[in-house]
């Protein structure tokens, strides 16, 4: 089902970030609105101003998935020369803020444009101390045949590597995620598979969002007692 606003082509079309949401009818909310508005958990964006407002926006439809969760598209990043254009405002921080409020972040790449730009490497780096929501997916993998996607896929393995200094080996979702004919099809059961996956943890998404939250708050709790610690000894 397409969203009110959704804009999808070979060419980077996403210059903004949209957050899709369950409602009574399909409108287009704009992100001034979104910032304003009490019963919705975007005020904190106000910080980031105008500029950004300008380019943030809500997509409301009647889902009964978008009942339990919000998905938010972000802006594509941008590579070469393109990433000496000033977006007008703090994109870096921006993405930030959406990861810490965030119960699973999703980063895609295409099977032939594994390259991680600066600004996308920005962006990686600041979702440090969210590791565990982190997933990646491989998309259009169908593009290519089964031993050039061990490549690939190895390829990939090693630029994320070099960027998020973890222990731990990311999940990675590997497929073709759209409704049209394989180009490949030699590895149609494996996309079959890890589409399963990734729909199964978005489903677990409501339920796990609980403990989660609770998670946060005890460590919000231990920060504010070492806080309280540090003052009572400075004084």
């Known amino acids: 089902q397409d969203f009110p606003g959704q804009r999808i082509g070979p060419e980077p079309t996403t210059d903004r970030f949209v957050a899709v949401m369950d409602g009574s009818d399909e409108r287009v909310i704009p992100g001034n609105a979104l910032a304003v508005s009490a019963d919705l958990p975007y005020r904190g964006l106000e910080r980031f101003g105008v500029s950004f407002l300008n380019k943030f926006e809500g997509s409301q439809m009647p889902n009964p998935v978008l009942r339990n969760i919000t998905l938010v598209d972000s802006p594509g990043v941008l590579s070469g020369e393109k990433q000496r254009v000033a977006r007008g405002y703090d994109f870096v921080n921006v993405c930030a803020w959406f990861a810490s409020r965030a119960d699973l972040i999703l980063m895609l790449f ?40 061990m490549r690939v896929y190895g390829a990939l393995m090693w630029s994320i590597g070099k960027v998020m200094k973890t222990p731990e080996v990311m999940r990675v979702y590997v497929g073709s ?19 399963r996956d990734l729909m199964r943890d978005l489903r677990d998404l409501p339920r796990n969002s609980a403990v989660r939250k609770i998670n946060e708050l005890l460590k919000r709790v231990r920060l504010a007692k070492v806080h309280a610690y540090i003052v009572a000894y400075l004084k």
């Open 177 to 195: 995620f759209w409704d049209q004919p394989l180009q490949y099809d030699d590895n149609a059961a494996l996309f079959e598979m890890e589409e």
């Open 110 to 149: 295409d099977a032939h444009k594994l390259d991680i730009s600066d600004e996308f490497k920005a962006v990686i780096e600041s979702l440090k101390g969210n590791d565990d929501k982190v997933r990646c997916v491989l998309n259009k993998a169908d593009q290519v045949d089964r031993q050039k996607l």
